[in-house]
């Protein structure tokens, strides 16, 4: 079995999650009592969370490098950011390491695709709808239509992640929320919804809305598993 490294805290509600889907996917492959072999640098998201809304990426960059190297010299044969909008610099991480980097999006394109959809609704933070880093990955290498929420909605969201969800804060009139604006992009077209952060399947399972969720933490959890093992 490969190491999985882990870049979580972002936050570390979301990240929780990710540990107990790598084990439970393990578990499944090989049995009780089999676990995932697992390294994690969690941060203080109070920072991270901070420098985002300054726009100090170059500064995140820095620091999502330093913590790869970290993870790679622990002995991670393969990294994992537990965050979507962190992907936003993936490529720079990925160009300083010498271990494989399992890109969240790929999980998401790759799932999409096998169900024969081509437009699907991208939720997330505003960062992760409104830059391309995430939206354009989607278009070229699985030539989908990406559509997004209104500027409005868009503020909801977002607002409901950074103010309740990274808390662990699950509130039914956000669900609601969440559920209408999920609809109304049913209605533009949109075949599948990607809850594109990690923390938002907290909040919205696939019983919630009408169309496929494709849940990228759990994606990106079984992508991995599946490296571990059988690669």
Known sequence: MKTIALIGGMSWESSL???????????????????????????????????????????????????????????????LICTNTMHKMAAEVEAAINIPLLHIADSAG??????????????GTKFTMEEDFYKKRLKDNYQLEVLIPEAEEREIIHNVIYQELISGIIKEQSRTKFKKIIEALKTRGAEGVVLGCTEIPLLIKDEDVSIPVFATSQLHAKKAVDFALKS
């Open 17 to 79: 999650e990710y540990y107990r889907m790598l084990n439970q996917f393990v578990k499944k492959e090989l049995g009780e009592p089999h676990s995932a072999e697992i390294i994690m640098y969690s941060v203080d998201f109070a920072e991270f969370e901070k420098l985002q809304h300054q726009g100090q990426w170059e500064l995140l960059t820095e620091k999502m490098i330093e913590i790869a190297l970290k993870l790679e010299k622990a002995g991670g044969d393969i990294l």
């Open 110 to 123: 790759e799932s999409i695709k096998e169900m024969g959809l081509n437009k699907v609704a991208l939720l």
